[in-house]
């Protein structure tokens, strides 16, 4: 009879496969990723806590990493370290949706966190029983595995990406960083937009289809289409600007990012 931890190591390359080789192709790997687990997917997890958690007693440990890594001030903090945390947690989603219409439904209690990396201020990874949402004719659908959930089209599937990624993830933290510190839902949601945008733009070489079309569909789902604005870059390439900002201004040293809507004189 085959065990359940057997059973999970047969089925998990079929269920992330599309998003692990996105990610090999971005980065060249997709086993040291900075600020993902290696391939995903937490065998053991212990040591992990549900990111659940980062919306109560972890938020101060993300809010001082970020102090300390930047030297920021704590509102600079807070939204440099959302910059960064939305970036990890909703790239797997993205580049399921983007490669291959196979959604990781990252909820807060599907989504793992530890803090032990030095590079990153937080790695992320995921429950080996983490829902998928696809579509009909995804070869997972007629696999009869409890994780995966089959939806009728595109816009329920992009229901669902936004359901576990904005509503039931990413909205109680940002109210518990804006119950912290003197920051808007505008400009925090700014930065997941142009993280978003920029992780579809970065495989645009591997994923098939628009880049700008996926990113506008993406962004429409989350409501936050209209917090960012692609251009034409050099060599008909796309650049994302930004209609708000991630405060990395204000820094000691001062950046502004490219796409900013700072404007240097």
């Not at 086993?31 to 972890?58: F, I, K, N, Q, S």
């Not at 995804?138 to 994780?147: E, F, M, R, T």
């Not at 920029?198 to 506008?216: E, F, K, M, N, Y």
């Amino acid at each position: 009879m085959t065990s359940p931890t057997l059973e999970l190591r047969q089925i998990r390359p079929p269920l992330l496969a599309p998003v692990n080789a996105t990610l090999r192709a971005m980065f060249g790997t997709s086993t040291e990723v900075p600020g993902l687990a290696p391939d995903l997917v937490v065998r053991d997890l212990a040591g992990w806590t549900p990111t659940a958690r980062l919306a109560d007693v972890h938020l101060d440990t993300l809010l001082d990493a970020a102090r300390r890594r930047w030297n920021a001030q704590a509102h600079a903090a807070a939204a440099l370290a959302w910059k960064a945390y939305t970036y990890w947690l909703a790239l797997p989603a993205v580049l399921g949706w983007a490669s291959a219409r196979r959604v990781p439904l990252l909820t807060s209690t599907d989504a793992v966190m530890h803090f032990d990396d030095p590079r990153p201020l937080v790695t992320l990874g995921m429950r080996p029983d983490i829902p998928v949402a696809v579509l009909p004719h995804d070869p997972l659908a007629l696999s009869g595995l409890p994780q995966v959930k089959v939806v009728a089209d595109e816009d329920a599937l992009l229901a669902e990406f936004r359901h576990a990624l904005l509503e039931q993830h990413l909205e109680p933290l940002l109210d518990a960083i804006h119950g912290r510190v003197r920051l808007g839902r505008r400009p925090l949601l700014g930065s997941l937009a142009s993280g978003i945008a920029h992780g579809v733009l970065r495989s645009a070489d591997t994923v098939p289809g628009s880049s700008a079309a996926t990113i506008d569909r993406l962004l429409g789902a989350l409501g936050i289409r209209d917090l960012i604005d692609l251009e034409s870059g050099p060599n008909g390439r796309l650049d994302v600007r930004r209609k708000t900002c991630c405060l990395a201004f204000t820094l000691p040293q001062p950046k502004v990012c490219s796409g900013c809507c700072i404007k240097t004189i």
